[in-house]
């Protein structure tokens, strides 16, 4: 399956000019027929302020960190690739912020003063949380969201920007990794993801991924027993001895512990079921970790994305598909 995945994201992300074409993704790169194709606008924040005493070069490049704008590319794809090609994110609006974002309690480091804390590794400032409230303000996402504008929007920051994973905003906002957004007057609720440029493009899938454990927890709260099909899709191994499924997004169906993607041991698993759904009869198969790449964070969650459902219908009052849920929070009642 990583094979699979790979392939794909290949044909996404394209090679060198000389490469050949590589084999179609063995999984289809469409969606299911009669499935709309999800496309959200995006807002991209990137708080990468140039640094005065390094030249001017942004803060980013002075510590030889990632690309915000290559991360937020590969990102997109990635979330194409697993999602079938049914999610399809279009960035709308991109915008190099240079300073850093504000604290809660008012504190905002200089480009100066994060480098030198950086560089000796301590003296950074506590509180660390932004001040999500000044900065819905300072960029009126609010009033774009009101105004259909945007729906979701990803900020990029260095490590200590003081960003949740992921957030959210509007009425009923509820738990998305962290507690939601306690004022804010946008009619409809919308999800603020939190990303940090040191970092690679697995940790932001890690970020989406427990988004959607959230909310896929919301979407089944009063779903008790075996009714609760998100509970069954995340069995793993250790949580439920021979009755793996897909596993969540630390643990894979063999892990032991958080982030023990790479454990080897040979474990039963259901989890082909779920290319299925809503038809989840079928016997388990023996699975091992190089099914979702043997350790790799990526290639792990990639596998996990791709299991989600994604299937015409609905089953005991919820859709089977999956995506929209996670993608537009207003569908979750």
Excluded at 32 to 55: C, I, T, Y
Excluded at 183 to 198: K, L
Excluded at 228 to 241: A, E, I, M, T, V
């Amino acid at each position: 399956m990583f094979d699979r995945l790979r392939r794909g994201l290949e044909r996404l992300l394209g090679g060198e000019d000389d490469a050949p074409e590589p084999e179609p993704f063995a999984r289809p790169m469409r969606p299911v027929a009669g499935l709309p194709l999800l496309r959200p606008r995006v807002l991209v924040l990137v708080f990468d302020p140039p640094v005065a005493s390094e030249g001017g070069q942004r803060l980013s490049r002075v510590l030889g960190w990632h690309d915000p704008t290559a991360l937020a590319r590969q990102y997109a794809n990635d979330l194409e690739v697993c999602s079938g090609g049914l999610l399809q994110y279009e960035v709308v609006g991109r915008q190099v912020v240079d300073t850093l974002p504000v604290k809660v309690d008012g504190f905002q480091y200089s480009p100066e003063s994060f480098l030198a804390a950086w560089r000796r590794r301590s003296g950074f400032h506590d509180p660390d949380g932004s001040d999500y409230e000044r900065l819905i303000a300072a960029f009126d996402l609010d009033g774009r969201v009101a105004r259909g504008e945007i729906d979701e929007v990803w900020l990029f920051g260095p490590p200590y920007a003081g960003f949740w994973e992921s957030t959210m905003a509007g009425p009923g906002a509820f738990w998305c990794n962290s507690p939601p957004v306690a004022r804010s007057s946008s009619p409809r609720r919308y999800v603020i993801m939190g990303f940090n440029y040191e970092r690679d493009v697995g940790c932001m899938l890690e970020n989406f991924g427990h988004r959607t454990e959230s909310i896929m927890s919301k979407v089944y709260e009063r779903h008790a027993g075996e009714r609760n099909l998100w509970q069954r899709f995340c069995r793993y191994d250790k949580s439920h001895p021979g009755r793996a499924e897909c596993g969540n997004v630390h643990f894979a169906p063999s892990s032991q512990r958080d982030y023990d993607w790479g454990n080897p041991r040979p474990v039963p698993s259901r989890c082909d079921t779920w290319y299925r759904f809503p038809n989840l009869d079928g016997a388990p198969r023996t699975v091992v970790s190089a099914e979702w790449g043997g350790g790799d964070m990526r290639a792990h969650h990639l596998w996990w994305f791709d299991h989600l459902p994604r299937a015409l219908g609905a089953t005991d009052g919820v859709s089977n598909n999956w995506w929209p849920y996670v993608v537009s929070p207003d569908l979750v009642g």
